[in-house]
Protein backbone atom coordinates (compact mmCIF):
# COMPACT_ATOMS: atom_id res chain seq x y z
CA UNK A 1 0.00 0.00 0.00
CA UNK A 2 1.66 3.36 -0.65
CA UNK A 3 2.60 5.78 1.77
CA UNK A 4 -0.02 7.92 3.34
CA UNK A 5 0.53 11.14 2.21
CA UNK A 6 -0.15 14.39 4.06
CA UNK A 7 -3.42 15.28 1.66
CA UNK A 8 -5.28 11.33 2.45
CA UNK A 9 -8.87 11.95 3.81
CA UNK A 10 -9.74 9.07 6.34
CA UNK A 11 -11.59 7.48 3.27
CA UNK A 12 -8.08 7.25 1.55
CA UNK A 13 -9.28 9.56 -1.19
CA UNK A 14 -6.61 11.78 -3.10
CA UNK A 15 -6.30 13.75 -6.33
CA UNK A 16 -5.94 11.44 -9.50
CA UNK A 17 -3.19 15.00 -10.33
CA UNK A 18 -4.03 13.92 -13.95
CA UNK A 19 -1.84 16.90 -15.05
CA UNK A 20 1.21 15.08 -13.98
CA UNK A 21 0.88 11.77 -15.69
CA UNK A 22 4.24 11.60 -18.30
CA UNK A 23 3.84 11.25 -22.14
CA UNK A 24 5.27 7.84 -21.52
CA UNK A 25 2.30 7.07 -19.25
CA UNK A 26 -0.08 7.89 -21.73
CA UNK A 27 1.54 5.55 -24.25
CA UNK A 28 2.02 3.07 -22.54
CA UNK A 29 -2.25 2.89 -21.79
CA UNK A 30 -2.47 2.90 -25.59
CA UNK A 31 -1.02 0.26 -26.01
CA UNK A 32 -2.64 -1.72 -23.28
CA UNK A 33 -5.95 0.25 -24.76
CA UNK A 34 -4.95 -0.77 -28.16
CA UNK A 35 -4.18 -4.16 -27.90
CA UNK A 36 -7.55 -4.95 -25.75
CA UNK A 37 -9.69 -3.42 -28.24
CA UNK A 38 -9.03 -5.76 -31.10
CA UNK A 39 -9.50 -8.60 -28.83
CA UNK A 40 -12.56 -7.59 -27.24
CA UNK A 41 -14.79 -7.58 -29.75
CA UNK A 42 -16.68 -10.91 -30.04
CA UNK A 43 -15.08 -11.87 -26.61
CA UNK A 44 -16.24 -9.10 -24.24
CA UNK A 45 -20.23 -9.12 -23.35
CA UNK A 46 -22.20 -6.17 -25.15
CA UNK A 47 -22.80 -4.27 -21.49
CA UNK A 48 -19.36 -3.75 -21.05
CA UNK A 49 -18.36 -2.86 -24.87
CA UNK A 50 -21.34 -0.27 -24.22
CA UNK A 51 -20.27 0.91 -21.45
CA UNK A 52 -16.49 1.93 -22.64
CA UNK A 53 -18.10 3.54 -25.68
CA UNK A 54 -20.58 5.86 -24.03
CA UNK A 55 -17.86 6.59 -21.55
CA UNK A 56 -15.71 7.41 -24.44
CA UNK A 57 -12.75 5.69 -22.71
CA UNK A 58 -10.04 5.89 -25.52
CA UNK A 59 -7.01 5.36 -26.74
CA UNK A 60 -5.93 8.81 -26.22
CA UNK A 61 -4.42 8.13 -22.51
CA UNK A 62 -4.66 7.71 -19.39
CA UNK A 63 -8.44 9.55 -18.76
CA UNK A 64 -9.21 12.04 -16.55
CA UNK A 65 -11.60 10.59 -13.48
CA UNK A 66 -13.58 13.93 -13.47
CA UNK A 67 -14.63 13.56 -16.77
CA UNK A 68 -15.57 9.94 -16.58
CA UNK A 69 -17.05 10.55 -13.03
CA UNK A 70 -19.45 12.88 -14.32
CA UNK A 71 -20.66 10.57 -17.52
CA UNK A 72 -21.11 8.16 -14.70
CA UNK A 73 -22.69 9.92 -11.99
CA UNK A 74 -25.66 11.33 -14.34
CA UNK A 75 -26.21 7.44 -16.02
CA UNK A 76 -25.95 5.10 -12.72
CA UNK A 77 -25.06 7.70 -10.00
CA UNK A 78 -21.69 6.06 -9.42
CA UNK A 79 -18.52 8.05 -9.15
CA UNK A 80 -14.34 7.18 -9.11
CA UNK A 81 -12.26 7.92 -6.27
CA UNK A 82 -8.57 8.06 -6.82
CA UNK A 83 -6.86 5.86 -3.88
CA UNK A 84 -3.60 5.41 -3.60
CA UNK A 85 -3.53 1.73 -4.15
CA UNK A 86 -5.38 -1.41 -2.46
CA UNK A 87 -7.36 -0.14 0.43
CA UNK A 88 -8.69 -1.68 3.38
CA UNK A 89 -11.63 -3.70 2.81
CA UNK A 90 -14.10 -1.79 4.98
CA UNK A 91 -12.90 1.24 3.45
CA UNK A 92 -13.20 -0.36 -0.03
CA UNK A 93 -16.64 -1.56 0.91
CA UNK A 94 -17.76 2.05 2.92
CA UNK A 95 -16.87 3.37 -1.12
CA UNK A 96 -18.98 0.65 -3.29
CA UNK A 97 -22.12 0.92 -0.74
CA UNK A 98 -21.99 4.86 -1.56
CA UNK A 99 -21.65 4.00 -5.12
CA UNK A 100 -18.00 5.38 -5.21
CA UNK A 101 -15.64 3.33 -7.31
CA UNK A 102 -11.94 3.26 -5.76
CA UNK A 103 -9.65 3.35 -8.78
CA UNK A 104 -5.73 3.03 -8.68
CA UNK A 105 -3.85 5.75 -10.05
CA UNK A 106 -0.57 4.61 -11.30
CA UNK A 107 -0.20 2.93 -14.84
CA UNK A 108 2.45 -0.10 -15.16
CA UNK A 109 5.70 -0.01 -16.46
CA UNK A 110 6.32 -1.37 -19.92
CA UNK A 111 7.90 -4.64 -18.96
CA UNK A 112 4.52 -5.10 -16.84
CA UNK A 113 2.61 -4.73 -20.24
CA UNK A 114 0.96 -8.84 -19.57
CA UNK A 115 0.84 -9.50 -15.97
CA UNK A 116 0.63 -7.54 -12.89
CA UNK A 117 -1.08 -8.98 -9.74
CA UNK A 118 -2.44 -5.70 -8.55
CA UNK A 119 -4.44 -3.16 -9.64
CA UNK A 120 -3.18 -0.22 -11.95
CA UNK A 121 -5.49 2.60 -13.31
CA UNK A 122 -5.99 0.51 -16.32
CA UNK A 123 -7.32 -2.27 -14.73
CA UNK A 124 -9.74 -0.59 -12.83
CA UNK A 125 -10.99 2.24 -15.32
CA UNK A 126 -10.84 0.08 -18.48
CA UNK A 127 -11.59 -3.25 -16.54
CA UNK A 128 -14.15 -2.23 -14.15
CA UNK A 129 -15.91 1.23 -14.82
CA UNK A 130 -17.68 0.61 -18.38
CA UNK A 131 -19.85 -2.31 -16.22
CA UNK A 132 -20.63 0.23 -14.04
CA UNK A 133 -22.82 1.63 -16.87
CA UNK A 134 -25.23 -0.80 -16.51
CA UNK A 135 -28.03 -0.06 -14.31
CA UNK A 136 -28.56 -4.25 -12.88
CA UNK A 137 -24.40 -4.34 -12.58
CA UNK A 138 -24.18 -0.94 -10.85
CA UNK A 139 -27.01 -2.03 -7.87
CA UNK A 140 -24.86 -5.70 -7.52
CA UNK A 141 -21.67 -3.85 -6.92
CA UNK A 142 -23.30 -1.57 -4.15
CA UNK A 143 -24.95 -4.22 -2.89
CA UNK A 144 -21.38 -6.12 -2.42
CA UNK A 145 -20.15 -2.86 -0.60
CA UNK A 146 -23.36 -2.87 2.05
CA UNK A 147 -22.11 -7.08 1.95
CA UNK A 148 -18.96 -6.90 2.26
CA UNK A 149 -19.88 -4.55 5.99
CA UNK A 150 -21.76 -6.96 6.89
CA UNK A 151 -19.63 -9.91 6.22
CA UNK A 152 -17.02 -8.76 8.26
CA UNK A 153 -18.91 -7.68 10.98
CA UNK A 154 -20.08 -11.86 10.45
CA UNK A 155 -16.65 -13.27 10.15
CA UNK A 156 -16.98 -14.24 7.04
CA UNK A 157 -15.51 -12.06 4.45
CA UNK A 158 -13.27 -14.83 2.71
CA UNK A 159 -16.72 -16.36 1.44
CA UNK A 160 -17.56 -13.01 0.10
CA UNK A 161 -13.87 -12.13 -1.43
CA UNK A 162 -14.45 -15.68 -3.48
CA UNK A 163 -18.07 -14.20 -4.92
CA UNK A 164 -16.34 -10.81 -6.00
CA UNK A 165 -13.59 -12.86 -7.42
CA UNK A 166 -15.65 -15.38 -9.29
CA UNK A 167 -17.82 -12.55 -10.77
CA UNK A 168 -16.54 -9.49 -10.59
CA UNK A 169 -13.25 -10.19 -11.54
CA UNK A 170 -13.64 -13.51 -13.81
CA UNK A 171 -16.85 -14.13 -14.58
CA UNK A 172 -17.89 -15.40 -17.88
CA UNK A 173 -21.68 -14.89 -19.38
CA UNK A 174 -23.28 -16.84 -21.71
CA UNK A 175 -25.31 -14.89 -24.14
CA UNK A 176 -27.32 -16.57 -27.66
CA UNK A 177 -24.07 -14.98 -28.94
CA UNK A 178 -21.99 -17.51 -27.48
CA UNK A 179 -19.73 -17.38 -24.20
CA UNK A 180 -18.64 -14.15 -23.39
CA UNK A 181 -16.28 -12.32 -20.56
CA UNK A 182 -17.54 -9.78 -17.66
CA UNK A 183 -14.80 -10.22 -15.45
CA UNK A 184 -12.61 -7.07 -14.85
CA UNK A 185 -9.16 -8.96 -14.28
CA UNK A 186 -9.94 -11.09 -17.35
CA UNK A 187 -10.69 -7.77 -19.76
CA UNK A 188 -7.72 -6.35 -18.21
CA UNK A 189 -5.78 -9.20 -19.65
CA UNK A 190 -4.87 -10.12 -23.12
CA UNK A 191 -3.67 -13.27 -22.35
CA UNK A 192 -6.96 -14.84 -20.26
CA UNK A 193 -9.04 -12.59 -22.40
CA UNK A 194 -8.16 -15.08 -25.12
CA UNK A 195 -7.64 -18.27 -22.91
CA UNK A 196 -10.72 -18.18 -21.29
CA UNK A 197 -12.84 -18.51 -23.50
CA UNK A 198 -10.32 -20.74 -26.40
CA UNK A 199 -8.62 -23.30 -23.82
CA UNK A 200 -10.07 -26.32 -23.54
CA UNK A 201 -8.49 -26.87 -20.02
CA UNK A 202 -10.29 -25.06 -17.39
CA UNK A 203 -13.65 -25.49 -15.86
CA UNK A 204 -16.33 -23.34 -16.91
CA UNK A 205 -19.42 -24.26 -14.30
CA UNK A 206 -23.02 -22.88 -14.28
CA UNK A 207 -22.73 -20.38 -11.13
CA UNK A 208 -23.81 -21.74 -7.96
CA UNK A 209 -23.56 -19.28 -5.39
CA UNK A 210 -22.65 -21.84 -2.91
CA UNK A 211 -20.06 -23.22 -5.23
CA UNK A 212 -18.46 -20.37 -5.24
CA UNK A 213 -18.40 -19.66 -1.72
CA UNK A 214 -16.55 -23.02 -1.44
CA UNK A 215 -13.79 -22.38 -4.15
CA UNK A 216 -10.67 -21.66 -3.86
CA UNK A 217 -8.54 -19.30 -6.16
CA UNK A 218 -5.33 -18.18 -7.25
CA UNK A 219 -4.05 -14.91 -7.62
CA UNK A 220 -0.74 -15.60 -9.68
CA UNK A 221 -1.62 -17.51 -12.83
CA UNK A 222 -4.64 -17.90 -15.03
CA UNK A 223 -7.86 -19.47 -13.47
CA UNK A 224 -8.24 -22.82 -13.33
CA UNK A 225 -12.05 -22.57 -13.00
CA UNK A 226 -14.48 -19.69 -14.05
CA UNK A 227 -18.48 -19.62 -13.09
CA UNK A 228 -21.06 -18.54 -15.97
CA UNK A 229 -24.15 -16.39 -15.38
CA UNK A 230 -26.85 -16.10 -17.80
CA UNK A 231 -27.25 -12.18 -17.22
CA UNK A 232 -26.90 -9.87 -14.55
CA UNK A 233 -30.89 -10.19 -13.55
CA UNK A 234 -29.74 -13.79 -12.37
CA UNK A 235 -26.27 -12.76 -10.25
CA UNK A 236 -28.60 -10.16 -8.74
CA UNK A 237 -31.04 -12.36 -7.69
CA UNK A 238 -29.13 -14.61 -6.55
CA UNK A 239 -27.09 -12.97 -4.44
CA UNK A 240 -30.08 -10.92 -2.74
CA UNK A 241 -30.87 -13.26 -0.26
CA UNK A 242 -29.64 -13.04 3.02
CA UNK A 243 -26.28 -14.50 3.13
CA UNK A 244 -25.60 -14.79 6.88
CA UNK A 245 -27.30 -18.38 7.01
CA UNK A 246 -25.39 -19.40 4.05
CA UNK A 247 -22.67 -18.19 5.49
CA UNK A 248 -23.21 -20.97 8.44
CA UNK A 249 -24.04 -23.70 6.27
CA UNK A 250 -21.40 -23.25 3.57
CA UNK A 251 -18.67 -23.08 6.69
CA UNK A 252 -19.42 -26.63 8.04
CA UNK A 253 -18.76 -27.99 3.95
CA UNK A 254 -15.54 -28.40 2.69
CA UNK A 255 -13.51 -25.64 0.77
CA UNK A 256 -13.29 -26.93 -2.70
CA UNK A 257 -9.57 -26.52 -5.00
CA UNK A 258 -9.41 -23.91 -7.27
CA UNK A 259 -9.03 -26.70 -10.29
CA UNK A 260 -11.07 -29.54 -8.67
CA UNK A 261 -14.27 -30.61 -10.41
CA UNK A 262 -17.33 -32.12 -8.65
CA UNK A 263 -19.77 -35.14 -9.81
CA UNK A 264 -22.58 -32.39 -9.43
CA UNK A 265 -21.65 -29.46 -10.93
CA UNK A 266 -23.20 -28.14 -14.25
CA UNK A 267 -21.37 -27.47 -17.16
CA UNK A 268 -22.49 -24.18 -18.03
CA UNK A 269 -25.17 -24.27 -21.46
CA UNK A 270 -25.91 -21.54 -23.15
CA UNK A 271 -28.76 -21.04 -26.24
CA UNK A 272 -27.70 -19.84 -29.87
CA UNK A 273 -29.61 -17.65 -31.63
CA UNK A 274 -31.41 -20.74 -33.52
CA UNK A 275 -32.50 -21.80 -30.00
CA UNK A 276 -30.15 -25.30 -30.26
CA UNK A 277 -28.31 -25.55 -26.37
CA UNK A 278 -24.51 -25.64 -27.18
CA UNK A 279 -22.46 -26.27 -23.93
CA UNK A 280 -19.96 -23.64 -22.97
CA UNK A 281 -17.08 -25.75 -22.91
CA UNK A 282 -14.21 -24.80 -25.41
CA UNK A 283 -15.36 -27.27 -28.64
CA UNK A 284 -12.41 -26.03 -30.20
CA UNK A 285 -9.71 -28.91 -31.39
CA UNK A 286 -6.10 -27.62 -30.75
CA UNK A 287 -5.11 -26.78 -34.13
CA UNK A 288 -8.43 -24.46 -34.37
CA UNK A 289 -7.47 -23.17 -30.94
CA UNK A 290 -4.11 -22.60 -32.12
CA UNK A 291 -5.24 -20.25 -35.08
CA UNK A 292 -7.61 -18.84 -33.22
CA UNK A 293 -4.65 -17.47 -31.07
CA UNK A 294 -2.45 -16.50 -34.00
CA UNK A 295 -5.68 -14.57 -35.56
CA UNK A 296 -5.82 -12.19 -32.69
CA UNK A 297 -1.81 -11.01 -32.20
FE1 LIG B 1 -10.25 -5.38 -9.84
Given at each position: MARIGPRMAPDFAIDQDWENYSADQHAVWRLLFERQQKLLVGRACAEYLGGLDALGVAAAGIPDFRRLSDILDRTTGWRIVAVPGLVPDAVFFAHLARRRFPS???????????????????????????????????????????????????????????????????????????LRIYGSGILSSSGESVYCLDDPRPNRIAFDLRRVMRTRYRIDRFQDTYFVINDFEQLFAATRPDFAPIYREVAALPDIEANQRLDKDRQAVYATPAGEKKWAVAELGPSLGRKRLEDVR
Open positions: TCFIRRRDQLDYLEEPDVFHDICGHVPLLMNPIFADYLQAYGAGGLKAEGLGHLERLARLYWYTVEFGLIATPAG
